[in-house]
């Protein structure tokens, strides 16, 4: 017998081999053994040619996990209809002791009709919460600046923890305004804005990065480096925070550009720059207004991988600002357009 499929030892809810080389086990519950596979074999340098695993049960959850993670062949000890056809689909070699229609519980019945990996997974993630963003909830949200008519009147949206949203609205719709009342420098006039469930004022200095409209009458003696390290924690040893940066130039594409003025850099550059830096912030809400205004078309490409990466590893929340149709189409993520009123 393949030596996957023998017995889990006593305690053990998931077994993980190469081969007949056993690498990984865990007694955790749920899908939580599966996400610390995951953690596992992000930094596993070993063999992996043959990843076979023996879990205790599986639904189609475990399978998207499973198949994401690249395991080729399972054997599980009660496993549902919704997985093996997921598994059989993805070239996945399956075997079971007991199979039944579906698992009762609440992740089989959401994941049922997605077809989505890359949802699913979002998904799964949300609901172990390994999910760095926050939640926004905006209730009859109204801003007016002083003696003016209202910009924004009972705007109410919500976006999950870990979601994201484009914001879309003509010339002087209140955009800006409203980036600038998501993070607590304009109070809302009525209504009520959460963030994480806080007045955003009250959030821990970190919890927000904003990358603004790139402006270029500004000019400091600031290196492109120096803006980025700004942002790093200081908590971290001296080593640590090197790397931290040094990932985040690299990440956005501008290790190389580092040590130039910030203020010299083409527009672009220094939106790529302002990225970094919220990147190296860690920031679980990050805002970001018109990003590819100055963007040319290899900077936009690596902007969108940038975002994308984002989305399914970290998974901040992210909120943009654009007027540009084909970054909003490239995402396709939910769009709230404003246009004066939101009764
Ligand atoms: N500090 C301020 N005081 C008074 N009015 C302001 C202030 N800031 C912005 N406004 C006005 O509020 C309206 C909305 O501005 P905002 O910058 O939020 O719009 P926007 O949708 O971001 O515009 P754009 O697409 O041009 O960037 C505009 O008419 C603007 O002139």
Not at 74 to 97: P, Q
Not at 242 to 251: G, V
Request: glycine residues 6%; contains cysteine.
């Amino acid at each position: 017998m393949e030596l996957y499929k023998k017995p889990l030892p006593e305690g053990t809810t998931l077994c993980v081999y190469n081969r007949d080389r056993l690498i990984f086990s865990d007694s955790g519950r749920w899908l939580t053994p599966l996400f610390a596979l995951e953690r596992f074999l992000a930094t596993y340098s070993g063999e992996r040619d043959c990843l076979c695993a023996h879990d205790t049960a599986a639904g189609k959850a475990a399978a998207v996990l499973m198949s994401r993670m690249g395991i080729k062949r399972c054997h599980i000890n009660l496993v549902s209809d919704l997985a093996v056809a997921f598994y059989e689909e993805h070239g996945i070699v399956v075997s079971w002791e007991k199979r039944i229609e579906r698992l009762a519980c609440k992740t089989e019945e959401l994941l049922a009709d997605m077809t989505s990996e890359e949802e699913m997974y979002r998904l799964l993630r949300r609901r172990a919460k390994l999910v760095r963003g926050v939640s926004i909830e905006a209730k009859k949200v109204s801003f007016a600046y002083a003696d003016q008519k209202p910009i924004l009147e009972n705007l109410s949206f919500s976006v999950e923890e870990g979601g994201r949203l484009i914001i879309q609205g003509d010339n002087g719709m209140g955009k800006t305004t409203l980036l600038n009342v998501l993070m607590g420098k304009l109070k809302p006039t009525g209504g009520v804005v959460l963030i994480d469930g806080k007045e955003p004022s009250t959030l821990a200095k970190r919890t927000i990065g904003y990358i603004k409209q790139q402006q270029t009458q500004e000019q400091y003696p600031v290196s492109a480096r120096e803006v980025v390290s700004m942002a790093v924690d200081p908590n971290l040893d001296t080593k640590q925070q090197k790397w931290e940066i040094d990932t985040a130039l690299r990440r956005t594409g501008v290790f190389e550009m580092a040590d130039r003025n910030f203020f010299t850099l083409s527009g672009g550059e220094r939106q790529k720059v302002s990225l970094s830096r919220t990147l190296c912030q860690k920031a679980r809400l990050l805002l970001l207004d018109e990003p590819t205004s100055f963007l040319d078309a290899k900077s936009r490409t690596t902007l969108v991988e940038v975002l994308h990466s984002l989305t399914v590893d970290e998974m901040p929340t992210i909120v943009i600002v654009t007027h540009d149709k084909e970054l909003e189409a490239d995402l396709a993520w939910p769009v709230l357009r404003l246009e004066g009123r939101h009764a």
